[in-house]
T-cell receptor, first 112, second 114 residues
Framework: NAGVTQTPKFRVLKTGQSMTLLCAQD?????MYWYRQDPGMGLRLIHY???????AKGEVPDGYNVSRLKKQNFLLGLESAAPSQTSVYFC???????????FGDGTRLSIL | AQSVTQPDIHITVSEGASLELRCNYS??????LFWYVQSPGQGLQLLLK??????LVQGIKGFEAEFKRSQSSFNLRKPSVHWSDAAEYFC????????????FGTGTRLLVSP
């Protein structure tokens, strides 16, 4: 079982460029999440989805968009990257309310 | 607002010594409680969880945690630390909001000295 897979693992962008981060899970989980991790700040929720075709804003959604066209995939988009979006991005998924979230290995994104 | 506090940013423990990592939360009801571990360059791995029942929970890798409602705490313990335990540890609170919202602490980095 692959669990939660994130691609790419690393990326360097220039300010103003766009890109999409892909998260795929093979556990048939309903809920999926995107977090960013910054030093000294723990993980903060960007966007989440409670099922195919649904998305919602989390704690720090500005500058990001998401889509969940298929149950197993959750995409995070940066339309116009800014240096403040330099971070490590984690995707997570879970089956039910109250169950632990399963995390991917992260995408390290640097924006110059 | 809900919050999770991990007061220790760094902790250094000698190999073989005992460990306790502190976690306090602020939430009106009893939340779901989790401890995750993150090794360098890796994602978060679940160590243990508390949902209800016995307030002392056992996890993987010899870790345990105790939920104390009166203190709003969920401290992580291990009786004898191994060098491979060096990592960053995150406490998280799961809130009943119609979806599973996790609020994370800022993490405690554990260093293990020989």
């Amino acid at each position: 079982n692959a669990g939660v897979t994130q691609t790419p693992k690393f990326r360097v962008l220039k300010t103003g460029q766009s890109m999409t981060l892909l998260c795929a899970q093979d556990m048939n989980h309903e809920y999926m999440y995107w977090y960013r991790q910054d030093p000294g700040m723990g993980l903060r929720l960007i966007h989440y989805s409670v099922g195919e075709g649904t998305t919602a804003k989390g704690e720090v959604p500005d500058g990001y968009n998401v889509s969940r066209l298929k149950k197993q995939n959750f995409l995070l988009g940066l339309e116009s990257a800014a240096p403040s979006q330099t971070s490590v991005y984690f995707c997570a998924s879970t089956r039910l309310e109250g169950q632990p979230q399963h995390f991917g290995d992260g995408t390290r994104l640097s924006i110059l | 607002a809900q919050s999770v506090t991990q007061p220790d940013i760094h902790i250094t423990v000698s190999e073989g010594a005992s460990l306790e990592l502190r976690c306090n939360y602020s939430y009106g009801a009893t939340p779901y409680l989790f401890w995750y571990v993150q090794s360098p360059g890796q994602g978060l791995q679940l160590l243990l969880k508390y949902f209800s029942g016995d307030t002392l929970v056992q996890g993987i890798k010899g870790f345990e945690a105790e939920f104390k409602r009166s203190q709003s705490s969920f401290n992580l313990r291990k009786p004898s630390v191994h060098w491979s335990d060096a990592a960053e540890y995150f406490c998280a609170v799961g809130l009943n909001t119609g979806f599973q919202k996790l609020v994370f602490g800022t993490g405690t980095r554990l260093l293990v000295s020989p």
